[in-house]
């Protein structure tokens, strides 16, 4: 064949095929305009509010579930938020769902650590002795994101978003409210905390990026968030509004550096913060309701052109100084798509839906947010298919293909950052005693980890205190720790919403430095916070594990008994202690026959 023979023969495909996506593109495109063109406006209004939803096991005749018609059909909201739910009930709920609605919903999930529902059979003694300790009961359990920043792997961050992705789809999730792309350069941010990736702008962006590229390849739509950047506050959104002196340069060099890289990736949702910027914004309004913040600089500057949604409006940093409807009517006038969980949502809608009718919303605004929600919908094939195949969800979701590669995740993120007297891997005649400590009683924590150490040392015993713990249950701790070679603590006490500051009582202070001063090597575990290993006396050995899951627990008890090699790096400082990149190397000694 003659090379202009061959040339013809190319171009003539070449333009078949572009003729073919051309096609295609225009089928999806009138399903968009063909939608929109059938629309009232009450429903249009309807499409940008997502709502709470409760996807448990509800008889239709039941008041959960007759809400949830209520909001399909009465206010015509464009998706729900799951507010609760295990995989197979979420599946079985949002299927009736979308049969109920004219247009087909989107369903959205915060799911920062995966489709994982902790749903424990506690084995009960006399009772089947031969069923396992423990059943997942979910999803795939993956750790924090700060975990997957210890492990510096990007391609951990697209595996989480891919298995995320995956088993979200399976169920009838279609929007997830993740990654967190705040720089958490504040040690004392009490919301964000292990929820971002790090502190070093270029690597959160590194695994930000990866992670939508994976949840996207499922197609999972993303989220960033929280737009303009969460990561340097000492105020949780969910309390008050606050105050962030920065300017724009500052915001080009730290905050807005992964939101960009996500942008980039394709992400196809950005999610606001409630917090203000006086020095961008002189009103003082929270960004979720700043022209100046949502039109000018995130669909502007930074040129993104996909789904802009709230953070949940209920929070205090919105409800203080705005009502419902009020604040739906300025969030939409600033640029947003979609009201995320109002704080009332006939008020919000009606406020919405006033405005429009009033002109002070036109109509052109409207149909440009509904437009961008029916194109999301289109691209994750709601056009096509609004249900999930029941049967298929057990194929999919929890597969052990999956639970490899999250056990990977678990491990490599373990990081050592003190191990005076080589300390670690503990000796096999080692008797240890363990000692959690949590905010709140808990019975049952720490299990997988005293199962995993019981493996390998002499023996393993345990005590657990709590914040609210006196003096009488700490010394009859004290007493315990007495016949023991070494003395392990594992801090099990991290950020929240609507809690506020991380600290220790005084009696538990008075505890911890009191084992400094003893005799016996103490090793400290922070499962979940790294930065309260600032707050604790040095000890002889120090990990951060990022996170208090099963996983997490097995992985660090397989680190302390040398059966797994420790990898981790910190990823962000802690003051006056660890600086960012910190980490101790250290070889397995043992393998898993050695047990």
Not at 190 to 207: C, D, K, Y
Request: glycine residues 10%; proline residues 5%; neutral net charge.
């Amino acid at each position: 064949m003659r090379l202009r023979e061959l040339k013809r023969i190319i171009t003539f495909l070449c333009a078949f095929v572009l003729v073919g996506i051309m096609n295609m593109r225009g089928q999806q495109s009138r399903w968009v305009d063909s939608t929109l063109a059938t629309m009232t406006v009450e429903e249009k209004v309807g499409q940008l509010f997502v709502a709470d939803l409760v996807a448990v096991y509800s008889n239709r005749e039941s008041p959960n579930f007759q809400l949830a018609l209520e909001w399909v059909h009465k206010y015509h909201v464009g998706g729900f938020v799951l507010a609760g739910g295990i995989v197979t009930d979420i599946a079985l709920m949002t299927n009736a769902l979308q049969r109920e609605s004219k247009i087909p919903l989107l369903i959205n999930g915060d799911l920062e650590g995966g489709l994982w529902f902790n749903h424990p059979y506690r084995w009960q003694r006399g009772r089947a002795p031969e069923l396992p300790r423990f059943i997942g009961g979910g999803g795939t359990s993956l750790p924090s994101l700060m975990a997957i920043g210890a492990t510096g792997n990007p391609r951990y961050a697209y595996e989480f978003g891919r298995i995320t992705g995956e088993e979200a789809r399976a169920v009838g999730i279609h929007w997830t409210n993740s990654p967190v792309a705040d720089v958490n350069i504040n040690p004392n941010n009490p919301i964000i905390n292990t929820r971002s990736f790090g502190e070093n702008p270029a690597e959160v962006a590194r695994l930000v990026e990866a992670y939508v590229q994976g949840a996207q390849s499922a197609r999972l739509m993303a989220t960033v968030k929280h737009f303009p950047g969460h990561g340097d506050t000492q105020e949780d959104t969910h309390m008050k509004l606050p105050l962030l002196p920065f300017d724009r340069a500052r915001l080009d060099s730290v905050e807005f550096v992964p939101f960009k890289a996500g942008i980039h990736a394709g992400v196809k949702a950005v999610m606001t913060a409630h917090i203000a910027l006086p020095n961008i914004d002189p009103t003082n309004r929270p960004s979720t309701l700043s022209p100046v913040m949502m039109t000018e600089i995130l669909r502007g500057s930074l040129g993104f052109n996909g789904v802009v949604v709230t953070d949940g409006m209920t929070m205090q940093g919105v409800t203080d100084n705005n009502t419902p409807d009020e604040a739906a009517v300025r969030a939409i006038e600033a640029g947003v798509d979609v009201v995320l969980v109002p704080e009332d949502l006939s008020k919000a809608y009606d406020g919405v839906l006033r405005a429009v009718k009033s002109g002070s919303i036109s109509s052109q605004r409207l149909d440009q947010s509904v437009h961008r929600l029916l194109e999301a919908k289109l691209w994750v094939g709601l056009d096509k298919q609004r249900v999930v195949n029941i049967e298929d969800i057990s194929n999919i979701v929890g597969s052990p293909k999956a639970e490899v590669i999250a056990d990977s995740m678990f491990r490599d993120a373990v990081t050592l950052l003190r191990n005076e007297g080589k300390v670690l891997p503990l000796k096999k005649r080692a008797r240890i005693h363990i000692v959690s400590i949590t905010d709140e009683p808990d019975v049952f924590v720490g299990e997988a980890f005293g199962d995993a150490m019981r493996s390998g040392v002499q023996s393993a015993t345990m005590s657990r205190l709590w914040n609210g713990s006196g003096k009488e249950d700490i010394n009859r701790v004290s007493a315990e720790l007495r016949n023991t070679d070494v003395i392990v603590l594992g801090i099990y006490v991290s950020i929240g919403a609507w809690k506020g500051e991380n600290k220790f009582s005084n009696d538990l202070e008075e505890f911890f430095q009191k084992l400094a001063r003893g005799k016996k090597p103490v090793v400290t575990i922070a499962f979940g916070d790294p930065y309260v290993l600032s707050k604790m006396p040095l000890s002889d050995g120090m990990i951060a594990a990022y996170a208090g899951l099963r996983k997490s627990e097995e992985a660090v008890g397989k680190a302390l008994l040398g059966m797994s090699e420790v990898v981790g790096k910190l990823p962000v400082t802690i003051p006056g202690r660890f600086k960012r990149g910190n980490g101790i190397h250290l070889m397995p000694v043992r393998s898993s026959e050695d047990r």
